[in-house]
Nanobody, 112 residues
């Protein structure tokens, strides 16, 4: 059974930082492209960042320069380092494996 478990979310002040983790099990982690998506209340789920099997990355314009996606194949884990957080970053953040597999999400709330 494929399982993705996100962690690291929480409450942070504007300008603060947070690191999200996505731990995968039941798969050969290294052969899949992966990504982070987020969904705010009343809004559609949107792409935040993706990383390929070879380590190539891409980012939504809204997070470029602030967020960094990475993966550690030896640990079957993907990360999202989030810096300079803004109110509009508040959302549930989801881990995506390949194209069809999702984690349960972790809440990120940016508030003063």
């Amino acid at each position: 059974q494929v399982q993705l478990v996100e962690s690291g979310g929480g409450l942070v002040q504007p300008g603060g930082s947070l690191r999200l983790s996505c731990a995968a099990s039941g798969i050969i982690f290294s052969i899949y492209n992966m990504g982070w998506y987020r969904q705010a209340p009343g809004k559609q789920r949107e792409l935040v960042a993706r990383i390929t099997t070879s380590g190539s990355t891409m980012y939504a314009d809204s997070v470029k320069g602030r967020f960094t996606i990475s993966r550690d194949n030896a640990k079957n884990t993907m990360y999202l380092q989030m810096n300079s957080l803004k109110f509009e970053d508040t959302a549930v953040y989801y881990c995506n494996l390949g194209s069809n597999t999702w984690g349960q999400g972790t809440q990120v709330t940016v508030s003063s």
